[in-house]
């Protein structure tokens, strides 16, 4: 019972917040997209312990790839999901067959120059992906052929949500099964997987393939919600937000990378729209705070409050 307390409260904080600010859905649905971004990349660092900023090209290759289904074959939007998910596989399966067998600092630059290689395939390509101007005329058809996607955004952020819900409840099982044991023991120590005769690289292969598509599946909700999809998505600055966002919440459990994601996207929100040149300045002072103050993210709050009270005790 007390494993299904995590749902009930995500329930609860989505229909509140659905009732509380039915005027800033289209902001609500692009946190719970962002989420599914983090908790992709929670799998393969928080997990795996394999550091990369590299998720936006998993992202914007499904946002592609979704939208360009979108507008050639067929505009349903579970299949659409099942596009972007399966190009942010595919991606990250080909690019993980080197990535994982490089380390530290080596294999960041990697990630990123993935990322950089396919933005410029999708503006060399701009006959195709729209380049400069961006992939629009992306048009979905009604979810399950009953709901239709609305001006307001009630339809898109219920969608969004429902999603999220999946992708925890999948991701919590696999973390949860021999493999993502496997994964953690590989976070832990790969010398001594190795030992025990667990074969490292098909299982990161494996974690990165499935964390990709996660990420690919972010990206086409991404651009069936806004019904464009820019060069943008494959941006650095949307793999180095998630990693801040998951560093905030706390790495290695998912709820840390849904907490993370809430209170970056809030503060990021309310502080631009205070002071539009200065708001990093409140993000950076955020993030210094949680480092400092509590090393294992927000979701260890808790416990650095209970081990505060009982020194003073």
Known sequence: M????PFVVMLVV??????????????????VITMILVLSLDLILGVAGVSTLGQAAMYGSGAYAAGLFAIHVWHDPLAGLAVGAAAGAVVAFVSGLF??????LTLLMLTIAVTEVLQEIANKFSAITGGTDGLGGIRMGRV????????????????AV???FVVVVVLKIVIGSPFGLALRGIGDSPARMRAIGTPVTRR??????LSGAVAGLAGAMAAQSTALVSLGVYDFQLSAEAMIMLILGGT???WGALIGTAVFMTVHQVASSVDPFNWLFVIGLLVLAVVYAV???????????KRLLRRLK
């Open 144 to 159: 399950l052929g009953i709901w239709k996607f609305d001006f307001v955004g009630r339809t898109g952020y219920i969608y």
């Open 204 to 209: 990161l292969i494996a974690a990165y393939t």
């Open 14 to 31: 989505a229909v509140a917040a659905f009732y509380l600010f039915p005027y800033n859905l289209a902001f609500l649905t692009r946190v």
């Open 162 to 164: 429902c999603v999220l």
């Open 295 to 305: 090393p294992r993210g927000l979701l260890g709050l808790p416990d650095e409050v």
């Open 99 to 104: 990535l994982t067998r490089a380390h530290g």
């Open 2 to 5: 007390r494993s299904l307390v």
């Open 252 to 254: 290695g459990r998912l």
